[in-house]
């Protein structure tokens, strides 16, 4: 049913390859025939870390879908135990400032363009999905996710703050007492207490399940002329894109000047260390 690359995900753009970076294909988009709706698979092993290349190539997927006129996205991952580990800290660790720059600004054109697109998006979480990896989880309409893994924006018990466009993705998405709680504590919430929160909004079995969950979900639009569909949705979330989209250069300053204090820098190696001896 789902045909495997239907819609070609352009390889990376010219400006990226100053980089010396390769073409690798860390997005796959499979679209069914006969409902129009795609799935987007993050596949960069292991952990879905989202770089400049899985970003850029998740902005273009997304956009072409836009132009195709989809009927609806799911968002899922090849990986068994993560959806996404968030952004890939490897960018942020003693960056390259021209990369660092076009990294942010790349991460915030995915955001706008997912949190505004006019099709119905779902997120199937079958895996892990902290930090960045949750923001692309609320940035969907819709939530599937399997059991026994973790959601949340763990910034700030990473020391960090998350950003304002993430922070008000979280309100919007479980209200302001719950937001509050879930940033200042940096939670990062089970299946079972995510659903419970309203960060998710059902749990499925498996990823076939949460994919078949996904599709009725997005086949209720069928009925629905699609014009109003979109204009009610970008009356709820327009005011926060276009605050961002105000204010993307100031964000950027904000981004870098974290990014670039030694403390930052400090933090970072501790955390990758951290990260590596939980192997050992
Ligand atoms: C700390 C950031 C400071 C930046 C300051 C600027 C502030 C700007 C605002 C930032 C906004 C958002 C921030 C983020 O999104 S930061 C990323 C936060 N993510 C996490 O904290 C998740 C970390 N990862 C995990 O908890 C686990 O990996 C997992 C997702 C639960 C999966 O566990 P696993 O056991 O299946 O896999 P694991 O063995 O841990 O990892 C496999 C290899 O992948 C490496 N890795 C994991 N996560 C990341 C990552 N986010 N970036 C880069 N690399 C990552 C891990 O080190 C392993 O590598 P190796 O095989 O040992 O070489």
């Known amino acids: 049913m ?25 997005v796959n988009v499979s679209v069914n025939d006969k409902s129009g709706v795609a799935i987007v698979t993050m596949q960069r092993e292991p952990v879905n870390s989202l770089n400049l290349e899985l970003i850029t190539q998740l902005k273009t997927a997304l956009s072409d879908l836009e132009r195709n006129k989809c009927r609806g996205m799911i968002l899922t991952s090849a990986s068994k135990s993560v959806f ?17 720059r076009n990294f942010w600004l790349s991460l915030q054109d995915l955001w ?3 949190y505004g697109c006019s099709y119905p998006s779902v ?15 609320m940035s969907c309409e819709y939530r599937i996710m399997l059991p026994n893994f973790t959601i949340g924006l763990n910034e700030t018990k990473l020391g960090i703050i998350a950003p304002s466009w993430f922070v008000a993705t979280m309100k919007n998405t479980i209200g302001f007492r719950k937001a509050e709680m879930a940033l200042t504590l940096g939670f990062l919430f089970t299946t079972e207490e995510a659903l419970k929160v ?3 909004d059902e749990v499925a079995s ?6 078949a969950k996904a599709d009725k979900f997005i086949g209720q639009f069928a009925k629905i002329p699609p014009q109003p569909r979109t204009i009610s949705k970008l009356m709820l979330r327009s005011k926060d894109i276009e605050t961002l989209r105000k204010t993307k250069e ?8 974290v990014v670039n204090d030694p403390k930052t820098q400090k933090g970072l190696e501790l955390y990758l260390e951290s990260l590596k001896q939980r192997k050992a």
């Open 198 to 200: 309203g960060l998710i």
């Open 112 to 114: 706008m363009t997912l």
């Open 250 to 257: 100031q964000d950027l300053q904000a981004f870098l000047q």
């Open 2 to 26: 789902y045909s495997r690359t239907m819609l070609k995900v352009r390889t990376l753009s010219n400006n990226l390859k100053m980089y010396g970076s390769t073409s690798s294909n860390f």
């Open 123 to 137: 997120a199937a979480i079958n895996g892990h999905s902290p930090a960045g990896g949750c923001l692309l989880s």
């Open 84 to 100: 996404s580990a968030g952004l890939d800290i490897m960018e942020m660790y003693k960056p390259n400032q021209e990369r660092v």
């Open 206 to 211: 498996s990823k076939e399940d949460a994919i």
